[in-house]
């Protein structure tokens, strides 16, 4: 497949003499003596690049979602759901020779969704199951306080990947960014976030350490190449989207219509970071990779802030009349 990538990208991209030397004075590549030969292998290639608007796409959206309710009573009350989801695009060609528009997963695709919400009176104080004959003072300080709490997770959506090589099947990789490995190290942080080893780019320069299929095959940036890899991959994803909020009130009554309520409450309680997707464009900065220079970069690696703070825990009040 190198070599035949190899081949083509060669045939295509060596001068010959250029028939239309003259007949085209206003564009300067028309002009010279020589021109590349992929100019003369399509339909009018003195017009150039033509855009055409077509309006043949679609999207494919299904979608499946679960609800249950618990209404207050015995001081709870619960509410929780999911959602499975599947969307699909057709509205692009994967090369702009093809005949069909490719079908891939739409990059806003989240397939599963869990959310769950809950509020509990705890049983002591006034009114309820223990404590209701304590001492007005002690019901003060430990009556009387309900807990909330707010579960969601997501699954991440599908990374935009532009035209990249890669020697292998691309619906084995996964993303696992956001995770660590045996040494502690995470994904997407210290070390990529999927196995970059079988992505290759022909960068401006060449190393003569660089396997040949590395050197010559591609060229993501170059016009002329033929994308096999799809737009989007099941397996690599954003990293699931986690949170997990708790918050701790109570309600002190001071007279008819007038009351003070104190609200402890923590955001994001588990810590867990949720990080911002990472590069998905080779580009030419040399890194070791499988003990050769490699011309990945930051590729596969989240290079922007994180999108989730950490643990925040406030205090509150609040005065009602």
Known sequence: ?????????????????????????????????????????TPFPQFGNVSVTEYNGSS???????QFTKRFSKGLSLNGSYTW??????????NPQDSELTEYISPNERPHRYTFAGVYELPFGKGRSFGSDWHPVIDAFLGGWQIQGLYEWQKGE??????????????????KLGKKDEQGQRYGIDIPAWDISGFYLN??????????????NYSSGNQISLRNFPLTV??????RFLKFDVGLSKNFKIREGMKFQIRVEAINLLNRPYFSAPETRPNQIPTPTNGVTNYL?????????VRQPPRDIQIGGRFTF
């Open 85 to 94: 989801s599947r969307e699909h695009l057709k509205n692009q060609y994967l």
């Open 158 to 175: 599908p990374l935009l990947f532009p035209n990249v090589y890669y020697n292998g099947d691309p619906n084995q990789l996964k993303s």
């Open 297 to 305: 970069g930051m590729f596969g690696f989240t290079n922007a802030p």
């Open 203 to 216: 960068g401006v320069q060449s190393n003569a350490n660089l396997p040949a299929v590395q050197q010559n």
């Open 234 to 239: 099941d397996g690599l994803r954003n990293q």
């Open 1 to 41: 497949m190198a070599d035949l990538a190899s081949a083509t990208l060669y045939l295509t991209t060596t001068l010959v003499p250029n028939p239309f030397r003259g007949l085209v004075p206003s564009s300067a590549t028309w002009t010279s003596p020589t021109i590349a030969r992929r100019r003369l292998l």
């Open 60 to 66: 494919n959206y299904h979608s499946l979602q679960f």
